[in-house]
């Protein structure tokens, strides 16, 4: 989401005339976009102000912008950082030009946020934000080829350890026309991929006289535009809901890629209540089984926070027994971080101390470690097709084989990533690969 607004703002300020530069020490402007999903992605924005503060001193002209979920949070608490003139959260983005030109011109602080995050969202504000949104430029992407397009703003699941509902605010499904009409600009100008976003993206529910629309409606619509190939979607939650008209639409629909993000975050019952997470493990496994059964050869990835309040070895070992049996691609693992206002943080004491964190965090990762390492190998000999994302950053194949090719990465529809040797003009392109190694995360081999 935050990768999404960030490229949503560069395109906006450079058809307002800005140009974009990699080095702050030469930026009239630098915006820095915040994630307050734990505290540890707050602390590394505090710090990059006191750099940007040094800086300031012998260019006190420089503009400092905060972006995102982090400026809705601490809101006007931000602009006493010395180094800081714009606030502007995530619902205000659209304004970000005209805040900037402000600033600028006015030599004053600006903020722009919510004031009651929880309320519904105006008309106005609607608006505003899918005018914005149908501004993407082109130009602007990471990776060639692809782009995301968002299918819901917000959430209002209210997980206990979550701050995500109260700096996204409420829940709300963007209009299916809308989000079609971006993807075909978006297929128009060679976008070969979109992954279309949600907190919970299998909610995705839109209601236009008789029809409702769900995810899966969405999925079958984006298939009949031509020149895209591939359509992926994040983040799922574990429901019912949905679950299995979408697992048909994966199935039936070659150009949805077989893959699933669908976080857990606990093993335990217990914690799981606690978490408000509305299911058990069991009910968890069983849409798993599903899933496998309803899609052959899906890849599967979970998320689970490690050391939330009241978190037991028994309960720890209920998640490590969750691992071994969902059998992941990969998982993302976290260790709770309080977040301010969230219920969890108000009515449960932090109580798990950091060093078991550190430690159930290290043992849960090397139990996924070993499950990714044998599902990889499973590929070896293999040929793959991948959508290739450009030049891979690290050294890793024998580049005596390489026939002077750099080393590429690209990503299969099941989102296992893929290094190999090939001609730097195949950024953006699908590519054939005869996997010749593997290792937990990644896969290496050669171009076919
Ligand atoms: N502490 C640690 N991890 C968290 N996540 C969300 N909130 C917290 C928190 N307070 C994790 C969840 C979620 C992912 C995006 O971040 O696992 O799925
Ligand atoms: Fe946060 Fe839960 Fe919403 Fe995901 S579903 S964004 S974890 S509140």
Redesign the pocket.
Known sequence: MNKLDTTLVISALKQAGFALTDSAKEADVVLINTCS?REHAEQRVISHLGHLKHIKESRPDMVVGVIGCMAQRLGAELLEHEAVDIVCGPAQIPQITKLITQTLNQKKQTIAITEKIRRKTTQNESRALEDFESAYDVEDRQIPAQAYVRAMRG?????T?????YV?GP?VSRRPNAILDQIRKLADTGVRQVTLLG??VNAYKYTSGEKTYCLADLLRMASGIEALEWIRFV?S?PSEEFFEEILHAMADLPKVCNYLHL?A?SGSDKILRA???HYTAEDYLRLLTKARDIVQGIAIAG?FIVGFPGETQDDFEATVDLVKKARYKNCFIFKYSPRPDTTADKRLADDVPLDVKKSRNTELLAVQEKISDELSAGFLGKEVKVLVEGLSKKPHLDSAQSDGNPQLIGRTATDYIVVFNGPKSLAGQFANVKITKTSPLTLFGWLM
Do not use: A, L
Not at 155 to 159: E, G, H, L, R, V
Not at 161 to 165: D, G, L, Q, R, S
């Open positions: 999903v959430c209002d699941n209210f997980c350890y979550c701050i995500v509902p996204r829940e907190q919970r983040t939650y976080p975050q978490m408000n997470r998320d």
